[in-house]
């Protein structure tokens, strides 16, 4: 049975606002002359943040598989797909920012990255557990979702100011 886990919502909502939030004004303030470039950049630019936001990983009983969008793909990030059979053990790695990140280390030694911004992140890790026997004690999202939440909130924020700023 396949299973697929998208990115979170929260996350994918607080990349689109903060994306707004900094672009809204631009076709409005730019010279007279840009602004047919500028609201097609912004067009574009709509579309590029949701379409790099629609990675998803897909589990199956004898695989696990990270499929990213064509622009993902364009920008540098490649799919994966491992067989269960072939996970050796989870290594963890801090980041700067004092999280830590996952990789999937496999029998030939290659390292890839564990997803850690999904849907039902908790069943994700529920399967690998289930499907390797690799413990799963410790693995969480990558930020707390709080970070997500108020990203998404200053950036309605600052949407707001930047209607009023336009209107008055």
Do not use: H
Not at 64 to 70: A, G, L, P, R
Not at 75 to 86: A, L, M, P, S, V
């Amino acid at each position: 049975m396949i299973e697929k886990f998208n990115n979170l919502l929260v996350v994918k909502t607080s990349l689109i606002s903060l994306y707004l939030a900094l672009t809204i004004p631009l076709p409005f303030i730019s010279n007279e002359e840009f602004k047919i470039i500028s609201l097609i950049l912004f067009v574009l630019g709509l579309f590029s943040i949701v379409n790099i936001t629609n990675d998803y990983v897909e589990t199956s009983n004898q695989k696990i598989t990270y499929k990213s969008s064509f622009l993902s793909k364009t920008f540098g990030k490649k799919n994966w797909e491992i067989c269960w059979t072939d996970i050796k053990f989870i290594k963890a790695l801090p980041t700067s920012q004092g999280s830590k990140v996952y990789y999937f280390v496999t029998n030939k030694d290659e390292n890839f990255l564990l997803p850690q911004r999904l849907e039902n992140f908790e069943e994700f890790l529920f399967l690998i557990s289930k499907k390797t026997g690799l413990n799963v004690e410790g693995i969480s999202y990558i930020s707390p979702l709080w970070t997500y939440r108020l990203l998404t909130l200053l950036s309605l924020l600052m949407i707001v100011g930047e209607l009023i700023a336009f209107l008055i």
